[in-house]
Structure formats: C-alpha cells, structure tokens
C-alpha cells in the first residue's frame, strides 16, 4: 500500500496488509461516528490517502441519465484536475472503458495493475501516467444488487492490489456502502419525523381554531339565548323552580365554554402562533401554575429569539412535555423555567425540586416521553440533557442552535 518498495516480498506483502487492516479499522471507526454522508466520504477518500499510503482516492454516483454519468462526488490526494476534466461514465462507449465503468457495468471490482503498459487508449493513458497514476482499482458500491456508486483507488506503483490486498479493499467498499444506507434511511426516518411533526402540528392547529371559532361561537349563542330566557320569566313560585334550572344550565355552559377554551388551548396555544415562544413560555407558565397548583417561576433574559416557525413549535411541545412530566410523576412543589443566550446556542432550562428520577428508570424505553423529547431535540440539531438524583429534583436543559437550522 505503501508508494515505496520493499527489498523483501514477504514482507511488502505483510506491510501492505497490515495497512490495508489499519485503514478498514480507522474507515470503521469512522463509520460508526458519522454524522452524515459527505463527512462519512470525506473520511474514507482522506483515510486512504492518509492511512492507506495511495496517491488518490475517489468516490462516485451511478447518475441513471443518458449518458450513463459516474458523477465524481469526493475526492482526496493528488487529483490535478483529472475528475473534473474528463468524463467518466458506465455506458459501453470511449468514456466507459476504465475501471469505473467496467466495475459498474459488471457488479464486480475491476484493477488496471500496470497502466503504462497494458493500456492501449492512448489518450486516456498519458492522463493518468502524467499525474503519477500507475495503478488504478473500481469497487462497485452495492445496495442489494442495485450498483449505486463506486470507489476508486489510485496507486503510484504497479501491480499495487494483490488478490489479499484486493479482498480487503472489497470488504471495505462493502462497509462503506452500508454505512451509506445506513445514513440515508436515518435521513429518510428524520424526515418522516419532520413531516409527521408538522402535520400533526397542523392538525392540533385546525382542530383548535374549530374548537375555538365554530363550537365556542355555538356556546356563546346558547349562553345569550339562556340570559335572554331568564330575563323574560317573571317571579313566583313554579317560576323559581325553572329559574333554578335555568341557573344550573347557565353554570354547565359557563364550565363548558372554559372547558373548550382549555382544551383548544391545549391543542395549540394561539399566543405561540401570535406573539411566539417567549410569551408562549410566560403563557404556559402561568397556564401550570394555575391549572395544577404548583408554583411555576420563568426567568427570559432575551428580548427576542430568530429561530424558524417549526422549531419553536418543537421547543415549545419539549417544555410541555416537561411540565407534565414534574406534574406527574416529580411531586414538586416548584418548577423553574429559564431560557436564554449561551454562546451560540439558545438554552431552555426546565427543573424542579421534586423526588427525582432514578438511574434504572432512565434505561426504560420511552421512560416519561424522554424518547419523544430526545426526537423532537435532533430534529433542529439540538441537544437535551437530564440530570436527576433521588430526592434532588430533576433539571432538562435543551440546547437550540441560533441560525443552524438548514
């Protein structure tokens, strides 16, 4: 793997595998801490480079367009303009004939051991020949048995890849390419996530508004027709009866119409929608401290916020989440809600001095909505901690990126 030659076969043959382990071991590594899929490329064709002791390493896109394109979509080494100054493609035709296309074509990795000598395309030969190339090998990247891009690896010395050294480098494309799935149906599942978040926010927003414009006008129209009733019966004694009535019937509307309210709010707060998250905090403060008969401090110490409609949607459904869970299960008598500027991150802070969570209830899948907290926190790239001792209360701190959420 090594650009230098070795007096002894053996132990080229044994320093070039010890390489190529170390390289599938780093590509690993990196592998499993990936975060998306053009850092996951970047450290493969950089750890070939690095690592692996190649003049270049590049990976490609099956493109299923007319031209059959390998679209060269990362590259490391010493390139010199020879991806993008020539056409690569998987057709049977004058641009498909390198290892690329023939490993595409055929599902199977392709070697060129000795350009200089065993190539015949003139042209294409002194390209690769004057930027140090010698030796070139394609692995297909494989999804199933669909061919989806390919990985290229460049040498300055011939008869570079021997069969061993060839089985390891195959066994790394097929690492690369599952971890490449891997991060796109992690994709795929975030987005879904995104979607079902917003329509089922937009559903709570429908739901509301009807709640509140149509039932609410309904109610309001039974309250005045009620008032209307009472006014027009006159005093004596069959009359208090029904007046009576009346007054129980007036009451029931009364606690139906704050039901509603409740309720509608609930569903979705229209002050989120109208004045935003602060005072959608303030809101839902004053809102629990009300409703449950547990003190609820809230401390803001920014005047205003510049995050997206959606993520402040997110942030807000975290903080009820919250608050239900201090409700249910903390026992607290206090909860403190602070939100503010740290560095570049906006920072919600929710906690109470209730009886705390115990480590093995943590470890419980979905252990009081954590799991849909932690969700709704990786959807705007943000981050959530939970620190709880028995007997110590609970602290949620949530972590927002400012202006980070592309």
């Keep these: 793997m090594n650009e230098n030659n070795s007096k002894n076969p053996l132990q080229e043959e044994l320093r070039k595998l010890n390489r190529a382990l ?8 990196s592998l499993v801490r990936a975060a998306d899929e053009a850092s996951l490329l970047r450290d493969l064709c950089r750890l070939m480079v690095t690592e692996g002791g190649y003049r ?6 099956v493109i299923k367009d007319e031209e059959k394109t390998i679209l060269p979509i990362m590259w490391e080494g010493v390139e010199d303009g020879y991806l993008t100054n020539v056409t690569i493609s998987y057709g049977e035709n004058e641009f498909g004939m390198g290892p ?19 190539i015949k395309n003139y ?5 690769v020949l004057q930027r140090g190339y010698a030796a070139i090998i394609a692995l297909p990247l494989k999804n199933k048995e669909e061919i989806f891009g390919i990985v290229g690896i460049i040498s300055s010395n ?3 890849f021997d069969k061993e050294e ?32 917003n329509a089922r926010e937009a559903e709570r927003k429908r739901v509301a508004r009807e709640i509140h414009d149509e039932l609410g006008q309904y109610l309001t129209g039974l309250t005045m027709d009620i008032t209307f009733l009472r006014e027009m019966i006159e005093e004596g004694s069959e009359k208090k009866k029904l007046l009576s009535k009346i007054d129980s019937a007036a009451g029931l509307l009364e606690t139906t119409v704050k039901s509603v309210r409740r309720i509608s709010s609930e569903l979705r707060p229209a002050v989120l929608d109208s004045l935003g998250l602060l005072a959608a905090i ?6 629990f401290n009300n409703r449950m008969g547990i003190t609820c401090e809230y401390f803001i110490t920014v005047d205003s916020i510049e995050l997206p409609f959606e993520v402040t949607t997110l942030v807000f459904r975290i903080l009820q989440e919250s608050l239900t869970n201090a409700a249910k299960h903390s ?19 929710i906690k109470d001095n209730g009886r705390g969570i115990k480590k093995e209830d943590f470890e419980k899948k979905n252990s009081f909505g954590l799991l849909g907290m932690r969700e709704r926190a990786e959807i705007f790239k943000g981050t959530i901690s939970i620190t709880s001792e028995p007997g110590r209360g609970t602290t949620i701190s949530v972590l927002i990126p400012v202006n980070k959420n592309d």
């Design 331 to 349: 026992g607290a008598s206090l909860v403190t809600i602070t939100f503010g500027l740290e560095n570049d991150y906006y920072q919600l802070e």
């Design 282 to 287: 303030e809101w839902q403060a004053e809102e």
């Design 158 to 160: 011939p008869d570079a």
């Design 22 to 29: 170390r390289t599938i071991t780093a590509v690993n590594h």
């Design 166 to 197: 060839t089985k390891l480098l195959e066994q790394l494309a097929n690492d690369l390419a599952y971890g490449i799935i891997s991060l796109r149906n992690r994709e795929q599942l975030k987005n879904l996530a995104i979607h079902l978040e």
């Design 56 to 61: 270049m390493a590049w990976i490609g896109y």
């Design 100 to 118: 690329a296309g023939i490993a595409v074509r055929t599902g199977s990795t392709a070697v060129f051991q000795d350009i200089k000598n065993d």
């Design 123 to 127: 042209e294409w030969k002194q390209n």
